[in-house]
């Protein structure tokens, strides 16, 4: 097969596009190649048509003519092609994701264990927010199914474990992943109508690739695998047979071209509603070591500057993060998650401390051994350096 033309490639070759079919593209490409494939293929769930819902509004249930309802013999052939193309430019260690709905992902695993994977895990997405089902016959639908699979049955593949571990709190990540369906801040380039949430992306490709590795999306669409890829170091080749919907990927690489906009980006994709998080706090040089000593740490109540609203994050509050004027920082971590006490100023100067600007504060019980960590983010931001803030545990841990 001749090696295919790129349709579009950024200028650090880290973002690689080609238009045309994925059986034909990834003939061109090289054997062995790609270290991971993420592949959210056609469901073949469209019956091009519009119905009206209970509701009386119109719902388009047309993704496009590549979603279009086929047979069950013509689901399996175009399964089984790309993903025998698929295979050959994978790494023997390397693993595939496919997504799915009961309409294709049977037919993939049937694939996948017909031609030599290794079924690892099927990961369910539960949409923390799914749309309405307008039936009364069924259950509501809120979740969508990843197989994940390694090529070779016998060849050890590649696991995070521990950065899952981590980002699930000290516990082995379970296959069930609560994340909301993709929101606007992911679609401000324009928009594709099965478009992932890159949250799912980012997960995915943490669990199973290092940086400097190479994914590929044999159906690209918007490209959210790519950006995902991109803004964890990761090389992205894509491929999409809509012109359209590759232009809208080439718009949303160019967006993370500006390191603002990336970093925004990274940080909103970082956002998991599961996520464990930090406890980022002042503390002055004296009350810092006392907090040390005795394991209390405290930081008023109340809407005052230095006082920590009990906001989003507070539930999966699992580790402090002690530091004075932003240097010294240390991570410890809470004897119980998301939990905390109020103290009056004087049940504080009773063990040791001398609080000055509030009748009421709130106290975390934390175990004073340190936990190494390898980030350290800029914790110095002029008048916010005092402020507590609730970070995630990513921002400190892990992204390696
Ligand atoms: C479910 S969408 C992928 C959406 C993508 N994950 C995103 O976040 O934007 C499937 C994509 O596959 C493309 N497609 C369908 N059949 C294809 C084929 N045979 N070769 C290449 N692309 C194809 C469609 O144009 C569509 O964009």
């Not at 718009?251 to 500006?258: G, L, T, V, W």
């Not at 009421?360 to 340190?370: G, K, N, Q, S």
């Not at 402020?387 to 841990?397: E, G, T």
């Amino acid at each position: 097969m001749p090696v295919p033309t790129p349709y579009f490639q950024s200028q650090d070759k880290d973002f690689t596009l080609y238009l045309g079919d994925t059986v034909e593209v990834c003939g061109g490409l090289s054997d062995n190649s790609v270290d991971c494939i993420f592949a959210d293929p056609p469901y073949f769930l469209s019956k091009g048509f519009k119905i009206r819902t209970k509701n009386g509004y119109i719902r388009e249930f047309d993704k496009g003519e590549w979603d279009k309802i086929r047979s069950r013999a013509e689901v399996h052939e175009f399964n089984s092609n790309w993903i025998a193309a698929c295979r050959r430019v994978l790494k023997p260690s390397g693993t595939i994701w496919v997504s799915g709905t009961y309409h294709n992902i049977f037919d993939v695993a049937t694939c996948l264990q017909e031609q030599g994977f290794k079924i690892l895990n099927i990961i369910v997405w539960q949409k923390s927010d799914p749309p309405t089902t307008f039936t009364d016959q069924r259950f509501n639908f809120s979740a969508e199914y990843i197989i994940w699979a390694r090529r070779e049955e016998k060849t050890a593949h590649y696991f995070n474990y521990d950065l899952m571990k981590t980002l699930n709190g000290g516990v082995h990540m379970p296959d069930v992943w609560k994340i909301p369906a993709t929101g606007l801040w992911e679609k401000t380039q324009g928009k594709h109508p099965t478009q992932k949430p890159l949250r799912l992306i980012y997960r995915i490709i943490l669990a199973c690739t290092r940086a400097g590795d190479t994914v590929l999306d044999p159906f690209a669409g918007s490209c959210t695998t790519g950006i995902a890829a991109n803004l964890l170091n990761r090389r992205f080749i894509g491929i999409d047979q809509s012109e359209e919907y590759l232009r809208l990927g080439i718009r949303r690489k160019q967006e993370i071209s500006d390191p603002t906009t990336a970093g925004k980006l990274l940080n909103k994709m970082r956002e998991n509603p599961q996520e464990i998080t930090v406890l980022v706090n002042h503390a002055k040089t004296n009350t810092r070591q006392h907090m040390i000593e005795t394991g209390i740490c405290y930081l008023r109540a109340g809407e005052s500057q230095g006082s920590l609203q009990v906001t989003q994050g507070f539930d999966n509050m699992l580790y402090v993060l002690l530091h004075t004027n932003g240097e010294e920082a240390q991570l410890f971590k809470l004897k119980r998650k998301g939990t905390f006490q109020i103290w009056t100023k004087e049940t504080l100067q009773a063990h040791g401390f001398n609080p000055e600007h509030s009748v009421y504060y709130i106290v975390l019980h934390f175990d004073p051994t340190p936990i190494p960590f390898p980030r350290h983010p800029n914790l110095r931001q002029r008048i916010n350096t005092y402020r507590a803030k609730i970070r995630p545990l990513s921002d400190f841990i892990g992204l390696i």
